[in-house]
């Protein structure tokens, strides 16, 4: 069933399964001054259903994706930590304090960076600067 789920998503968020959606829209709306109405709206709310359906499995099959290639570029640098690995797997509190624990790392290491350019600027001032004179 999932493969079919995904096959069809696949042909109708292609411009193909998107003009046939739209035609069939037109069709349904063509109907309506024939009395049918509630078939019509029927048709519509399915057809509404199915495109919702659609956009949450794209959705999933991008972020799934995204999620891997990220998880290649962590293991591929030597100083990353693997610990990130399948976080997304993780339960939501975990993923919270986890990106606290990063925010903070990462407020840290921008003040050392800041620290260590003030000083290699004041050594520059002073004379001591790379090309010194």
């Known amino acids: ?3 079919l789920l ?4 696949d042909f109708l968020s292609r411009p193909p399964g998107f003009y046939a959606m739209v035609v069939a829209m037109v069709a349904c709306t063509l109907l309506v001054p ?4 509630n078939t019509v709206t029927y048709a519509l709310s399915a057809a ?4 919702t359906g659609i956009v949450l499995i794209q959705g999933y099959r991008d ?3 995204i999620h891997a290639k990220l998880d290649e570029i962590v293991i591929a640098l030597r100083q990353t930590r693997n610990d990130v690995v399948g976080l997304e797997h993780a339960d939501t509190q975990e993923i919270k304090s986890k990106l606290v624990e990063l925010e ?3 407020e840290a290491g921008a003040a050392n960076t800041a620290s260590q350019n003030e000083t ?7 004379g001591g600067g790379r090309w010194g004179s």
């Open 1 to 3: 069933m999932n493969r």
């Open 48 to 51: 509404a259903i199915i495109i």
């Open 104 to 106: 903070r790392e990462a």
């Open 34 to 37: 024939f009395g049918l109405t």
């Open 6 to 9: 995904f096959i069809v998503a």
């Open 120 to 126: 290699n600027e004041a050594g520059a001032a002073a």
């Open 63 to 65: 972020t799934a994706a």
